[in-house]
């Protein structure tokens, strides 16, 4: 008797407590309030809805227990650079997998329509957006799986003359209508087009390899064709822009150049550059006839004696410019900068300086590579160790010191030579033949 009372005391209590604390997980669900440490509780209220019958219930609480969980799996994914930039790059991509899959869940759980979301907060920098090109070319070889790229607004924050661009292809669609804010930072998270990894067939690929294999499809399936076009009003605006700066398009040629300068120090400062070291390169372009167009965050002091060299830092043209100008010019001379990516939106030859590392190069045949070299104990590293761990991802000049390797930008005399090798190819059109160095660093590249 005593016992069966002791029992009938037991679950009254429990009973008691289990309806207090469903009760305050019904009213902390209510305003989005989640408690890990409550997780057991939640998924015995879930099972506790089924008990009841009450199906829908239970599942609508499971799909808020694996969103609030799968949450936690942010952090993992958001410290992947860490792994890959200190000689760890499968771990960092496992975690981009996993962040991979975590969004297929959300997306099936929330019920989301699959498209890739581009939204102003990531993609309004003029050195992002056009990553969109490479998105499009993999959907119109069917090399991803999603078939659409939705830009949501507000489109004040976008580059105008970009919007306008992009706005015309096929796959991409314009969002005009106003989202509900909750709905709209579900989109971001599990739709939202991320940078640091990109689904490609059945794997998921960091950036620049993503972009290499999705050119290499589109020129043998396409050849040169263009994705992008300017219209005619947009394109007789921007020549008028060039003539007041004394560039006729028809009767004068041009290059771009743009140096990741010294005072970016925080953030993958390996891309960092001094702009000096490329002054004989730019003094032999005007030599040629040719003029120097530079994009920039700060001003420089002016080259002296001579008005070929254009500043655009210095003017408020700079972002709407900058696609039609690498578009239409030459040849462009890049470091590891945002405007690097547009002369593989355009198709138009890049000498890429100071370029490191060397797996990430998101360049095409007919552009060249000037690298920065790498010495440890007074060797010089070679190309085929530079494409292997732990040189071959790394952007992370603590790193390479921690690793006792000493890192050297290019000289002038090499800007030089290279340019002189561009202006052979690109300006007067002869053939370039490759020496057998070039030939064997060539092999290596095709075969890593």
Known sequence: MVIKLYKILYYTILKIINFFVFNLLNFLKFFD???????????????GYIEKNKIYKS??????????????LDTATFLAPIFENSGDPELGKLLHKIQFYKKKINISLFNLSEHYAVYPEYFSKIGHFPYITFL??????????????????????YNKSLLELYSKLPEIKIINQTIDPKKFNIIKKNLGLSLDAMEYKNDILKLPNFLYLVNKQWEKTFK???????????????????????????????VVINVRENFYS???????????????????????????????????KKIKNNNKFIDLSTTNLQTDLIPFLIANCKFSIMTGSGPSIYSAVFNTPKLMTNWVPLAEVDGSKI??????????????????????????????????????????????????????????????????????????????????
Request: no cysteine.
């Open 136 to 157: 499009a070319k993999a959907i119109r070889l069917n090399l991803v799986k999603k078939r659409k790229i939705f830009i949501y607004g507000p489109f004040t924050k």
């Open 266 to 300: 925080k953030f993958s400062s390996l891309r960092n550059a001094s702009f000096e070291s490329y002054n004989k390169a730019i003094s032999f372009i005007i030599s040629k006839g040719g003029h120097v167009i530079r994009l920039g965050d700060k001003p420089l």
């Open 33 to 47: 309030l989640y408690f890990s440490s409550l997780k057991n509780f939640y998924i015995h209220l879930a099972y």
């Open 224 to 254: 040169k064709k263009k994705i992008l076009k300017f219209s005619k009003i947009d394109r007789i605006k921007k020549e008028k822009l060039l003539k007041n700066f004394g560039i006729d398009k028809k009767n004068n040629w041009y």
């Open 367 to 448: 552009d060249h590579i000037l690298p920065k070299m790498l010495y440890r104990n007074g060797k010089i590293i070679n190309f085929a160790n530079r494409l292997k761990n732990p040189y071959a991802t790394n952007t992370d000049l603590s790193y390479y010191k921690q690793l006792n390797v000493k890192v050297i930008e290019n000289s002038e005399e090499d800007i030089l030579n290279g340019v002189k090798e561009m202006y052979k190819i690109h300006v007067l059109n002869k053939k370039n033949r490759l020496s057998k160095n070039q030939k064997q660093i060539h092999k290596i590249f095709e075969d890593s």
């Open 59 to 72: 599942k609508k609480l499971a799909t808020y227990i694996v969103e609030k969980n799968l949450a936690e």
